[in-house]
């Protein structure tokens, strides 16, 4: 693929090694990772019950968005810098690192040091200001893929982060848009194998907004795996019904702690294998 140097798998024809990007000591790219939490922080207790739950049930790192891009204005919009206070509280608590979305090249500097990880969204992917901005945060960046943005594309966006410095780069398929409606969208599964074939970076998926629906997050959740996949990161809600964004989609910590269990025997399973 051209245009691709500082992530290409190959430089002048010679492989390099893969990379590990550490999230607050845990390292991305050695093992599976999973990432949990809410899509939004709302309050104190509702993050706090979710970012316990998960790491009860052997999550590695914690998600939740303090900043929220969403289609509606009148929508919930995210707490702002309340939210990045209640996640710093959340990992002080269980020593769960955190991710959160930045939405705003103004913000990554001040957001980045409140967490461990900075989470590029899929409607910001190609945001060249915010990219370039995330390749000066001093922080990993976790670069999700635009809902109809091809792999070039994508790559070319990590590419961006990497040329202004920053080499802690992971890249996250998180479903684009095809003629499909009764998922959310069409997790691209091809999409993760061919980014871990054409980069040294690793590559997790999100089968939560992948798919839009619960019951189909484990599945597809083995099969990123499956594809060479290097973590997940999973909605969690204690009480989804009362969601202020993407209750629909959202496990139960119950449901979540089953959806470990499974998964976990099924990477015994391929460790196996492999
Ligand atoms: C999210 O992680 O809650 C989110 C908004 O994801 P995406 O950018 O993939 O839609
Ligand atoms: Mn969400």
């Not at 939740?64 to 710093?88: C, D, H, N």
């Not at 980045?112 to 969204?121: F, T």
């Not at 080499?167 to 997790?187: A, H, K, S, W």
């Not at 999100?206 to 997050?217: N, W």
């Amino acid at each position: 693929m051209k245009n691709l140097r500082l992530t290409a798998i190959e430089v002048d024809g010679k492989p390099r090694p893969r990379s590990t990007v550490h999230i607050g000591g845990i390292p991305v790219g050695q093992f599976p990772v999973v990432i949990a939490g809410p899509c939004g922080v709302e309050s104190e207790a509702q993050t706090m019950e979710a970012a316990i739950a998960v790491k009860g049930a052997g999550a590695h790192m914690l998600r939740g968005g303090a900043f929220k891009p969403r289609t509606s204005p009148y929508a919930f919009q995210g707490l702002g810098v309340k939210g990045l206070q209640i996640l710093e509280k959340a990992r002080q608590e269980t020593g769960l690192p955190v991710v959160t979305e930045v939405i705003d090249p103004r913000d990554v500097h001040w957001v980045a040091e409140y967490v461990d990880a900075l989470q590029e969204g899929a409607r910001n992917m190609q945001n060249f200001s915010l990219l370039k901005e995330l390749g000066r945060a001093g922080k990993p960046v976790l670069l999700k893929r635009g809902m109809h943005s091809t792999i070039e594309e994508w790559l070319n966006c990590a590419e961006y982060i990497l040329s202004e410095g920053n080499p802690d780069v992971i890249l996250c398929e998180r479903g684009i848009r095809t003629f499909e409606t009764y998922t959310r969208n069409t997790m691209d599964l091809s999409a993760i194998a061919a980014a871990k074939e054409l980069t040294h970076l690793p590559v997790i998926a999100d089968p939560t907004h992948g798919t839009g629906r619960p019951s189909l997050i484990l599945p597809m959740s083995l099969a990123a795996l499956a594809a060479g996949g290097d973590g997940l990161i999973v909605e969690v809600h204690p009480n989804p019904e009362k969601a202020l964004s993407d209750g629909d989609q959202a496990l139960t910590p119950g449901q979540f702690s089953q959806y470990m269990q499974k998964l976990n025997s099924f990477i015994g399973v391929m460790t196996a294998w492999k």
